[in-house]
């Protein structure tokens, strides 16, 4: 994770002296303010990165001698099935709509996303999927 916290600091100072030339030159308020939003956000992906490298153990990608396989095996748990998405799915659709068509649609899509919500963070604590 080194190398990809490296890459965007080093974005992040492109973006920043881009931002500095672009509002100089341009007198643009809206660009201006959206690449320095830019220089933000990669400074703190770039920060969450290096932080995370120096308590997490050196991978592959780290090391200048590795090979591709020495980066293989088991990334993460991945849940296999899950209905909980859809709902969230809904419930937020109809919610975007309550916005355009009205708000009353939110009496209908809160109880979705609540649901969906519910049912995705206890998934594991109940029914067939649960854990010892």
Excluded: C
Excluded at 80 to 91: D, T, V
């Amino acid at each position: 994770m080194r190398v990809q916290g490296k890459m965007f600091l080093g974005l992040a100072v492109f973006i920043l002296a881009s931002a500095i030339v672009y509002g100089y030159w341009s007198k643009e308020p809206a660009g201006t303010t959206a690449l320095f939003l830019a220089f933000g956000l990669s400074v703190m992906i770039g920060f969450y990165l290096a932080f995370t490298a120096r308590r997490a153990d050196t991978g592959a990608q780290d090391n200048e001698n590795a090979d591709v396989a020495d980066d293989a095996g088991e990334v993460g748990f991945f849940s296999p099935h899950s209905w909980q998405p859809l709902s969230l799915a809904i419930g937020g659709a109809l919610a975007f709509l309550g916005v355009i068509f009205g708000w009353w649609l939110l009496y209908f899509s809160a109880p979705m996303l609540l649901i969906g919500l519910y049912g995705w963070v206890f998934e594991y604590y109940r029914g067939e999927n649960q854990t010892q």
